[in-house]
């Protein structure tokens, strides 16, 4: 299966390419989606503003293409505006 790697600089998150254009509202962890309103990538790890419960929901439709591999949770780190570098890996 083919793979992709997200590079933050201090951290790198591994995902799976999926075979589905599937739009979707609620996006579950681990989930790579590609968000048309928000122009961005969304990389599902936790609660957004819109959530219910513990949920991850973004705020429109989006396109699920990838499944992350590891540890979600250390996206958190993350802070607001880093340069993510996003490449092909086979």
């Known amino acids: 299966m083919r793979r992709i790697r997200f590079d933050f600089g201090t ?8 075979d589905t254009p599937t739009a ?4 579950t962890p681990g989930e790579v989606a ?8 969304a990389l599902g790890f ?8 513990d949920e991850t929901r973004l705020a429109s439709p989006c396109n699920i293409f990838a499944k ?4 979600m949770k250390a996206l ?11 490449t092909l890996i086979d």
């Open 76 to 86: 958190a780190k993350v802070k607001a505006g880093a340069k993510v570098n996003v």
């Open 11 to 18: 951290l790198t998150l591994d995902a799976e390419l999926l």
């Open 46 to 53: 936790g609660r957004t503003p819109i959530s219910r419960g």
């Open 68 to 71: 992350a591999i590891g540890n």
């Open 34 to 41: 590609y968000w048309p309103d928000g122009h961005a990538i």
């Open 24 to 27: 979707r509202a609620v996006v």
